[in-house]
C-alpha cells in the first residue's frame, strides 16, 4: 500500500486534489522493446482527514477518475464533519485499460509522462470563510494485469459478417458487448483473427472502435483483392481491450441504439465495406474474446 496526501486546505486554499499516477514506461516491455496491453486496478482503500474541522462545517470530497463520464465510470462522494477517517467511505475501485502503452479514456496522461488513474478532489464548502485547516491522506494500491496483444488469445470464437452490392445488403455491422456478462469490476478484451472475403469487383474493409471520448485502438482500412473466399490471417493479432466499472464499460465502446437489440448492449468495433463497386462484396471477420474480473 502506498499513501499521499494533500497541500493544506484552509481559507486561502480552499480545495485541493490528491491523485494516483503511474507512469507510461511503466507499461513499455524493455526485453521485446514493444507497449504492453491489460488492466490497471486501482483500489483507494482509506481516506483519513487530519486537522481541525471549523464548527458546523463539513468537507466535500469527491473520488473518481480524471476524466469522468458519467456513462462510463464509477464517482464517491463523502462529506464528513469530523477528522479522522472518513466516516461511510468503503474501498473505491476504478480498473483502466491500458492498449498498446496508453490508457482508457477515464484516465490522463500528463506533460510529465505520468498517467493519472484515479483522483480524490477535497473542498471547504464555505471557501474563504471556512475555519478549517486540514490536510487529507489517502491510502491507495495499484495492480497491474498483462494482457499480451502480440501473442494468440484464449477465448470464445465470434464472428461478423458484412455484405455490399446486393439485395438486402447489410454492408456495417458490429462486435458487441454486454457489461452484465462482466464481473462488477473487470474487463473485456477482442483479438481479431481472419478475414474470410468474396469480391467481385472492389471493395475496402474497415474496422474501428466508436471511441467517443478517445483515440481508437484499431482502425484499419484494407482494399480487398478480387477473390473467392480468400482467408486473411491477422498475424499482428490486433487486440482491443476495455475496461468495465460497477458494470459500466469505459469510452472506447458506444451504447448500440437500436430497439430490436439487447438494452445493455455496446458497440466495442464497427466492421463494414465500403467503396463496393463491380457487383457483390462480403466478408467475415473472426475474433477471439475473453472476460475477466480483478
Not at 483500489?43 to 486537522?51: E, K, L, Q, V
Not at 494468440?152 to 446486393?166: E, P, S
Amino acid at each position: 500500500m502506498s499513501t499521499i496526501a494533500s497541500t493544506t486546505i484552509n481559507s486561502d486554499n480552499p480545495s485541493a486534489r490528491v491523485c494516483v499516477t503511474a507512469n507510461v514506461k511503466d507499461y513499455w516491455d524493455s526485453t521485446n522493446k514493444r507497449y504492453k496491453s491489460g488492466i490497471v486496478k486501482t483500489s483507494i482503500t482509506a481516506i483519513s482527514i487530519s486537522g481541525t474541522v471549523g464548527g458546523g462545517e463539513k468537507v466535500d470530497i469527491d473520488v473518481w477518475p480524471p476524466n469522468y463520464d458519467l456513462t462510463s465510470d464509477s464517482k464517491a462522494h463523502y462529506s464528513p464533519a469530523a477528522t479522522g477517517a472518513v466516516a461511510g467511505f468503503s474501498t473505491f475501485v476504478q480498473v483502466t485499460a491500458i492498449n498498446y502503452g496508453l490508457p482508457g479514456p477515464s484516465a490522463r496522461v500528463e506533460a510529465d509522462g505520468s498517467i493519472t488513474l484515479a483522483c480524490v478532489d477535497v473542498s471547504l464548502p464555505s471557501g474563504s470563510d471556512s475555519g478549517s485547516s486540514i490536510t487529507v491522506t489517502v491510502t491507495y494500491t495499484t495492480a497491474f494485469t498483462n494482457i499480451d496483444p502480440y501473442s494468440a488469445l484464449t477465448g470464445t470464437t465470434g464472428t461478423v459478417t458484412v455484405q455490399g452490392g446486393v439485395a438486402s445488403s447489410v454492408p456495417w455491422s458490429v462486435v458487441g458487448f454486454d457489461p452484465a456478462t462482466v464481473a462488477a469490476n473487470g474487463y473485456y478484451v477482442v483479438q481479431l483473427n481472419t478475414l474470410t472475403t468474396t469480391v467481385r469487383g472492389g471493395a475496402t474493409f474497415q474496422a474501428a472502435n466508436p471511441a467517443v471520448s478517445a483515440s481508437p485502438i484499431i482502425n484499419l482500412s484494407y482494399p480487398l483483392p478480387v477473390a473467392d473466399n480468400r482467408v486473411w490471417t491477422m498475424t499482428d493479432t490486433f487486440t482491443c481491450v476495455y475496461a468495465v466499472n460497477g458494470g459500466l464499460i469505459d469510452g472506447n465502446a458506444t451504447p448500440v441504439n437500436d430497439a430490436a437489440e439487447a438494452a445493455n448492449l455496446y458497440n466495442l468495433l464497427n466492421v463494414g465495406l465500403s467503396n463496393v463497386s463491380g457487383g457483390k462484396a462480403a466478408a467475415t471477420l473472426a475474433y477471439t474474446y475473453a472476460t475477466g474480473s480483478v
